[in-house]
């Protein structure tokens, strides 16, 4: 980590921006992982829970990194605690993402036929709202270089909103799926209880992409 604490010495924009890069990668192995559940490939649930095992630890050597060197005033455009609580956000899409994947590791979850097409069509909108995110930090730079202002704000404020259509998505791909879930109540007993969890996890990680997004607005918008 000698590398980030030399980036933050100048500029946390880099180490905030693979950070991201991780997180993302991280919340892209919920696709594998619901396809997993799906064919109720035990092995391959465990396996793909420890790539994210190992992306979320990644995450957080990096956003302790970030943490311990960021300096108390950064620049004029953005305040350290404007630069923590995106990072809080970012970390959060990897948090959940391992939440996701112990349950069904520890559960050894089978996803039920009816239950496939719809989590799978949650699932990769959900990434796709990370991705989104990933370009709108992507952007960061170039904000802090022209202090939130002129052309290269109204393009970053179209790709946070691009984000907010996905993450709306991801809201009716999430009822839908709740709505298949519960049709199967009787059948699934105590489980439901189990796939509403995991249903509702893979849909938190685009809401926390969609966070990211708007703080970012606020501060344009400041």
Known sequence: MAWIDKLVSRSPIGPMQEHMRVAVSC???????????????????????????????QADSIKNEIRS????????????????????NQDSIADKTQDIA???DQRAMQL??????????LAARVV????????VIDELDELVETGFAGREITRVEDMISELGRIETDTDDLQDRACRALF????????????????????????????????????????
């Open 27 to 57: 919340a892209r192995q919920s696709v594998p992982l619901v396809e997993a559940m799906a064919q109720g490939d035990v092995e391959a649930i465990r396996g793909h829970r420890a790539s994210i095992d190992d992306l979320e630890h």
């Open 69 to 88: 060197h960021l300096p108390r005033r950064l620049m004029l455009a953005m305040e350290r605690r404007d630069m923590l609580e995106v990072l809080d």
């Open 102 to 104: 112990e349950l069904a």
């Open 112 to 121: 039920p036929e009816a239950l496939q097409e719809p989590v799978r069509a």
């Open 128 to 135: 796709e709202a990370c991705e989104q995110a990933e370009r």
């Open 183 to 222: 049709a199967m109540e009787d059948e699934l007993g105590i489980s439901t209880v189990y796939w509403h969890q995991i249903i509702l996890w893979i849909a938190n990680v685009a809401d926390y992409s969609e966070k990211v997004g708007n703080r970012l607005r606020l501060l344009i918008a400041n």
